[in-house]
């Protein structure tokens, strides 16, 4: 009773007080996903975590699972080298603008965070070191730590190689080596008046500090002695450097050249200089050969060392591969990659008593993904990678979120997952970067990430914690017989054995059929059914099943232009699919087909399990499909006739500059599309739009130039269905309630049908004999015409109405069938609720009218009090065009609080928004990651993990701290989160006590919403509303 | 409206068009050939037959599809009525010396509940006579300057009613910057410009707004701090009812208004109507006596039970005559009950919707009449 009271009493206030400030907060959590552009990679083998810098300046170091820091760069440059100071860490970045930083994880109440401690930017050439005269730090090319990471040696292009003491970020004056210095050892006929170039390499013995071996750019390598500073030996290559390996002992030296050849030299024999490498070749000889950018050897105790490059590819016939080779012995392998090489490393031993390198893992950083190879298991196998997965292997077209997932569900999701990925048997081949600790509890409940591609597959993640992993593909290709086919790919590879070509890694953007695209994907969590629709108007209804089968699929064609006259669809076919029974793995095995007519692109789709039926939404129009029965229901035309460009009728001679280029959009679009004849029909049509619209009569003066207009009836594309929604409720009379279905268009309207639902048989999910009906219930026409983005059943408590089996199975609370249910209908524009079964507008909030902001995306969330253990409340939360997201109470529609979320000018990130049910949210920050975004205070999904770091924490500490950044990698800005004031909950989940975290209002400063409510105050006296509303249309 | 055309055949014969005539407190009905008219002499005739009037000066008005009682005084303006009206033409007659002219004009049977029973009952409704100037009451308002009284003189707030016309609004914005006077001396700050006019729209016949006006606020709200894509958002979100603060490049014909401060009541810079009192805000705010009240909802009323239920929930005869009159209008394109099918759906994908025989629509408006 008093949780009801205080309920009431809070939607009274409109959340003022405790609950507001309580129950939300905004912020950007955590970055799933593979960073995007990758520029540099290092590795600290003794805590084992490896970090990634990109080239927007972020950098990201990742251990374990769930163990991950992000820091971002001041400057948005490219980080161009990364060393970690072993053990201690701390990692030492160069930028591409020469500046230096100093990262630390450092904890706060038992958590580590990423800051960056230091920096240190050198003077531009003039005046440097005008004291010593030595040539500038002109461009630092290479970085290497030495003594425990407290001194740095800095190769520059110059030549030169600098000394910097690490701790305090300062150069060490008088320490510098210039190329005069070295060239001085030299002989006179290598010299021979030619510079030495920069420094290419720079590599530490690992036993005794005080020798570096430097190589210069134009072959020259020497091993320097620090100490006594003079030079131990000289190696007089002649051959363009690329890189150098220093062998473990110390006896064997490994470069690699530009003409893609190697050489091995050893260190303790011959005099000095030597002049020639004991070997020299090149592997993928005799043509000419790209070269090999980066080298390394390891050896082993069986005597047999590993040699691993890459590049040095023919370059006539393979120059365009991005590959690593491995080679061992005899045994060599060409990782084939489909992305550019950025760095590798290889986990091994690097305890200086060891005698032998003993590597266990090569991981390589590409482009778009990283790949980790077992060396220690015979064929050396791809361990799959726990996080970092490539959302991208193709590109993702839609996301959805499920929350809650039963675990039988859980469990069968991913034993499918581990049926189509077998794992290796052996327990030596787990990730092998295991640092940190994860603080994070287990995650309360399993979250699902669905993202449906291009290439026509969804994959499923496992979005519980911080480390986004991959548990399932479900492929919608098969079904379909396709343009192209792999068998060429997988012959061309057969033809060749040499070089060893293996692919490796899982990116590949290239779409055999882009109708295969994925458009919406909508998953019933109880029943493992789901819909998934795709471009060329496709809806597929799976089922999941846990044995393989051999099945045909049942098609089922939905006409939805009906008998609308003159209209041609001009673009793509419709996908035809395979007949006759075909194989299908355990997982997910399709039931049913619809396939819409004219084959346009699904815009909507929503599925009922409990009802057996899918509805589905297209630019033309909508339609209801019983797929117990197998049966469509009801097809309905929504293209308004005025609509020229959806109903392909002669173009009109006067038309808006907006209608116009749409136009020519589209018909680029669909050229392409189409495929073939690309350039000559599409553009010179296109050509011809353009060039039409320059005519005088649509010039406009001023470039920024706005029309006002009201929407009209006949404006494009108004006919395009964008939200179906099931709901059980009162559509005929405040008596009987039954399922309804909704849709809501593109330009304003809302169709409610009141369905005949069967029940079904007791024990049988067949439908008996008879058909579900639709009926037009109402039909509701919003003046502002905006299109429709959501539509929404409240119970008479004014909470949204369980899903499907959620109250049947006593999942959630049983809705409110008593009290007046309301239909919140949130436009673009403005937000209306509505009362049922007499359809009158209750309350509404005009958001454009008062922000200038238009809606993007709006669900309705639960937030639960971090104040309270048991108490929740609906939401309505909101992303609009420009990036900001706004909560409204439900059903009173105040605005509760709102956030600068996503850059406005980021129109992807915007667009790939998806709400999860209990106030978080992804978004794309860049085609590979996803940012995640909490509104809620308690439910956060964050990286809560320590480090144990070894380094004296002497002076340093009282050090004034910078100010950290925790934004994400794109510099979307947004509320920022200073670690420090979340540090002190370690548990997201604990509320209870005198330590519950205080909420971050002072940094997160959610704008003020007063303005916005005043404007308002009036709608929710509701006298005069409802009686000016009233259009009741009872006979 | 696109659904005429599927429905036509509900609406009643093209032929012919349904007429539903009020006067006081009686209706009547009959038809009218569609194609064929005739004049108003002849129509006026009719009127006075039918309703037993023949000697009663009388002022016809009509509903149009808007809602808008508006007269019939002419040929013109009667062959208007005959050819909007959807399904059936809405005649009210009340007598000349009885007139009350405020009921005409914009929006009056959807708003103004007051009028609309002034329109019904004029006899209850006696307090302010009129002062007829001119014939206002023929006319729509297209636009007005309000709230001049609060106003810096070298400021307007105009308001457009794109509502019930059918020019567009014909007018474009761009970015821009002005020089405000600030404590600090005069600063330079972007600001929002009309920067076209549309030739025959309606910002351009209204020679209120031109361009170069600064765009000041737009329905109450500032604009400054918003971006050109913002406040060309909050325009077309307030295109109904579009109540734009300007600072005119022009600022030689502003109103002067030292008159006003003598105490006069300075009617005569008000460019609104007379007979619209309720329509000029003296303190202008922003509430929306818009466009979502006009959400067309069109309801499956097929079950007999919702009668009762409607009776019940409305609480005086008076609103039930509301609801029973917007109805009946046909206002805003919305065809009545014979949109929305009963039939149950064939399995099939080709979706019929079986109409309803016409006959038993009006025997539910006789019905539902009765209870008047």
New interface residues.
């Given amino acids: 009773m008093g949780a009801k009271q205080w309920q009431s009493l809070e939607a009274a206030l409109g959340w003022v007080g405790c609950a507001c400030a309580n129950a939300l907060a905004s912020l950007q959590t955590v970055e799933h996903g593979f960073p995007n552009q990758p520029s540099a990679l290092a590795f600290d083998p003794e805590l084992r975590i490896m970090a990634i810098g990109t080239r927007s300046g972020a950098v990201k170091i990742y251990g374990a699972p769930g163990v991950e820091f992000t820091g971002l760069h001041r400057d948005a440059a490219t980080v161009t080298q990364m060393h970690f100071l072993p053990g201690q860490g701390r990692l030492l970045t160069l930028l591409d603008d020469s500046s230096l930083h100093l990262w630390e994880v450092v904890h706060h109440n038992g958590c580590a965070h990423l800051e960056e401690a230091l920096h240190h930017q050198p003077p531009s050439r003039p005046g440097f070191d005008g004291a010593s005269g030595l040539p500038s730090l002109a461009r630092i090319t290479v970085v290497l730590l030495v003594a425990a990471g407290d001194l740095a040696a800095l190769g520059t292009e110059g030549g030169s190689v600098f000394f910097l003491d690490v701790p305090t970020l300062t150069l060490l004056e008088g320490q510098t080596l210039g190329p005069d210095e070295v060239l001085r050892s030299v002989p006179d006929d290598y010299r021979c008046g030619k510079a030495l170039g920069p420094v290419e390499s720079l590599q530490g013995h690992l036993r005794d500090p005080t020798k570096i071996l430097i190589g210069y750019s134009r072959g020259l390598l020497v091993i320097w002695n620090r100490a006594a500073r003079c030079a131990d030996r000289i190696f007089l290559g002649n051959q363009q450097l690329e890189s150098v390996c220093w062998e473990r002992s110390g006896r064997t030296l490994v470069s690699s050249h530009s003409d893609g050849s190697y050489a091995v030299w050893a260190t303790d024999a011959g005099d000095s200089p030597t002049t020639q490498p004991t070997v020299a070749t090149t592997p993928y000889g005799p043509f000419p050969c790209k070269a090999i950018s980066k080298i390394l050897w390891r050896n082993c105790a069986s005597g047999e060392h590993f040699i691993v490059f890459s590049g040095g590819m023919p370059r006539a016939s393979y120059g365009d591969r991005h590959c690593v080779s491995v080679l061992q012995a005899e045994t060599l392998v060409t990782l084939d990659f489909t992305s550019r090489v950025i760095d590798f490393f290889t986990v091994h031993s690097t305890r200086p008593e060891d005698d032998f390198d003993e590597p266990q893992a090569l991981a390589v950083l590409l482009e778009e993904e990283l790949v980790v190879l077992d060396l220690q298991t015979p064929g050396w196998p791809a361990v799959p990678a726990p996080y970092l997965a490539p959302l991208h292997s193709s590109a993702i077209t839609c996301s959805a979120h499920v929350a809650n997932v039963p675990a039988k569900l859980w469990a069968r999701i991913v034993s499918a997952g581990e049926q189509q990925n077998p794992q290796p048997a052996s327990g030596a081949s787990s990730w092998p970067i295991t640092g940190g600790r994860n603080l994070a509890q287990e995650p309360t409940q399993r979250g699902l990430l669905l993202t449906g591609h291009e290439d026509g597959t969804v994959r499923f993640w496992d979005a519980s914690g911080v480390a986004l992993r991959p548990l399932y593909k479900l492929s919608t290709a098969g079904l379909f017989q396709t343009d192209c086919e792999h068998a060429d790919s997988l012959a061309q590879a057969a033809e060749d054995d040499w070089p060893p070509f293996r692919k490796v890694g899982c990116f590949d953007p290239y779409s055999d059929d882009p109708r295969l695209g994925v458009q919406k994907v909508a998953l019933c969590k109880y029943t493992a059914q789901m819909v998934v629709a795709g471009t060329a108007g496709q809806v597929l209804v799976l089922e999941l099943s846990d044995e393989p089968s051999d099945q045909a699929v049942g098609v089922a064609s939905v006409d939805l232009l009906q008998d609308r006259e003159g209209f041609t669809w001009k673009g793509h076919e419709r996908l035809s699919p395979r007949t006759g029974p075909l194989p299908w793995p355990a997982g997910f095995q399709p039931r049913a087909l619809v396939q819409c007519l004219p084959p346009a692109a699904v815009t909507a789709v929503t599925l009922h399990a409990e009802w057996g039926l899918v509805a589905f939404g297209t630019s033309h129009g909508f339609g209801l499909f019983d797929y117990l029965r197998r049966s469509p229901v009801l097809a309905r035309c929504t293209l308004h006739p005025n609509d020229s460009l959806a109903m392909e009728g002669p173009l009109s001679r006067v038309k808006s500059l907006k209608k116009s280029l749409r136009q020519s959009f589209r018909r680029i679009r669909k050229s392409r599309v189409s495929g073939k004849k690309r350039l000559t029909a599409g553009s010179k049509e296109a050509n011809a739009q353009l060039a039409e619209q320059a005519s005088p009569h649509d010039v406009e003066v001023t470039p920024v130039q706005r029309r006002i207009e009201p929407r009209s009836a006949d404006d494009s594309l108004s006919g395009v269905v964008r939200c179906l929604y099931f709901a059980d409720t009162f559509l005929r009379d405040a008596a009987h309630h039954g399922p309804t279905m909704w849709a809501g268009t593109n330009s304003g309207s809302v169709f409610a049908y009141a369905l005949e639902v069967p029940a079904a048989a007791a024990n049988s999910d067949r439908r008996p004999e008879r058909a579900v009906e639709a009926v037009l219930g109402k039909e509701v026409q919003l003046m502002h015409r905006a299109p429709v983005v959501a539509v929404a059943v409240l119970d008479g408590r004014g909470r949204p109405l369980p899903e499907p089996y959620e109250a049947s199975r006593d999942l959630a609370q049983a809705p409110d069938m008593q009290g007046g249910h309301a239909v919140l209908i949130a436009s673009e524009e403005q937000f209306k609720v509505f009362t049922l079964p007499k359809v009158s507008a209750k309350t509404k909030f005009k958001l454009t009218a008062h922000e200038g902001c238009r809606v993007r995306k709006v669900a309705l969330a639960t937030f639960a009090s971090v104040a309270c253990e048991d108490y929740a409340e609906t939401c309505l939360a909101c992303l609009t065009n420009l990036g900001d997201v706004h909560v409204f109470s439900v059903p009173g529609l105040r605005p509760q609080v709102h956030y600068a979320c996503i850059r406005k000018e980021d129109i992807s990130g915007i667009a790939s928004c998806v709400f999860t049910r209990h106030g978080q949210g992804f978004y794309l920050i860049s085609p590979s990651e996803f940012e995640r975004f909490s509104l809620s205070a308690r439910n956060i999904t964050e990286p809560l993990c320590s480090l144990d770091i070894s380094w004296p924490r002497d002076a340093m500490r009282a050090r004034p701290r910078e100010s950290p950044k925790l934004s994400q990698a794109n510099g979307t800005p947004g509320v920022v989160l200073g670690p420090q004031s979340r540090g002190g909950s370690p548990d997201p989940t604990r509320s209870e006590g005198a330590d519950t975290p205080e909420p971050p209002e002072a940094t997160l400063s959610p704008t003020s919403v007063d303005s916005a409510t005043s404007a308002d105050t009036t709608l929710d006296t509701t006298g005069d509303v409802t009686v000016e509303d009233v259009k009741d249309f009872l006979g | 409206m ?1 659904r005429s ?1 599927r429905h036509g055949a509900g609406s009643g014969c093209l032929g012919t068009m349904e007429v539903k005539s009020k006067f006081g407190a009686e209706f009547r009905r009959f038809s009218l050939e569609r194609s064929k008219p005739g004049k108003f002499e002849e129509f006026y005739g009719l009127l006075q037959h039918v309703h037993k009037i023949p000697n009663v000066d009388v002022l016809v008005g009509y509903a149009d599809i808007h809602g808008d009682l508006l007269p019939i005084n002419n040929d013109d303006n009667y062959h208007k009525a005959v050819s909007t009206a959807n399904p059936l033409l809405r005649i009210f007659i009340q007598k000349k010396e009885e007139a009350d002219y405020s009921a005409f004009g914009t929006d009056t049977l ?2 103004k ?1 007051n009028v609309l029973t002034n329109v019904l009952r004029p006899d209850n409704h006696r307090k302010k006579p009129h002062i007829v100037i001119s014939m206002p009451q023929d006319f729509r308002p297209v636009s007005s300057i309000i709230d001049v009284d609060i106003l810096p003189e070298t400021h307007r707030r105009v308001r457009l009613y ?1 509502y019930g016309t059918e020019k ?8 821009g910057s002005s020089v405000r006077v600030t404590p600090h001396g005069l600063e330079k700050v972007p600001g929002i410009f009309i ?2 006019l549309v030739p025959g729209g309606l910002a351009q016949s209204t020679g209120l707004l031109a361009v170069n006006d600064e765009v000041l606020e737009v ?3 500032e ?1 400054s701090g ?15 009812n ?1 109540i734009i603060t300007v600072r005119p490049a022009n600022q030689r014909n502003n109103v002067i208004r030292n008159s006003r401060t003598s105490g006069s009541s300075g009617q005569s810079t008000d460019n609104s109507l007379p007979g619209y009192p309720q329509q000029i805000e003296p303190s202008f705010e ?4 818009d ?13 007999p ?3 009762p ?2 009776v019940r ?1 409305t609480e005086s005869l008076e ?1 039930l005559t ?2 029973e009159l ?2 009946e209008s046909g206002q ?1 394109g ?1 065809i ?2 014979n ?13 019929e ?1 079986e109409t309803r025989a016409p006959d038993q ?1 009006l025997l ?2 006789d019905g ?1 009449i009765i209870t008047l």
């Fill in positions: 696109n055309h959807i708003k509940k794109k567009p609004l014909g007018f474009y914005i761009r970015d920067s076209r329905n109450g709200i604009v918003k971006s050109l894509d913002q406040v060309t958002d909050m325009m077309i979100a307030n295109s109904r579009l922003p509430e929306d006596e466009s979502d009240e006009d959400d067309i909802i069109i309801e499956d009323n097929g079950v039970q919702q009668i239920k409607a929930n609103s509301q609801i917007s109805f805003n919305f009545p009950s949109e929305v099918s009963l039939a149950p759906l064939a399995s099939g994908t080709n979706a919707f629509k539910e408006e539902t």
